[in-house]
């Protein structure tokens, strides 16, 4: 099922990573080397287009009229831990229960 959530962050990590913040706080981080062997993704392999990424329209776009739909963004990343993740992580293991909420 396609979560439709707003990009309001992205960042470059090359190789070809984008490192997003969706409209609900939450970070994610989405591998864009299986699309560039593809029209129009292609053109990202141009030295220094894939770096100018940036947020338009609740996604991520580059020149050229290219960019990814929110819902694959989303649902084709994967959740990257936060200072606040860990912290619950390391207290269940230290515990072995859950941290409170």
Given at each position: ?101
């Amino acid at each position: 099922m396609s979560t439709l959530l707003d990009v309001v962050e992205v960042q470059v990590e090359p190789p070809w990573t984008l490192r997003l913040r969706f409209e609900n706080g939450e970070q994610r981080r989405f591998d864009v080397e299986p699309l560039l062997a593809r029209p129009p993704f292609d053109r990202l392999k141009e030295p220094g287009r894939f770096a100018t990424a940036h947020v338009a329209w609740g996604t991520v776009a580059w020149a050229g009229e290219i960019d990814i739909a929110p819902e694959t963004l989303y649902d084709r990343s994967v959740p990257i831990a936060t200072a606040g993740d860990t912290q619950a992580t390391a207290e269940q293991s230290a515990t072995g229960a859950p941290a409170a909420a």
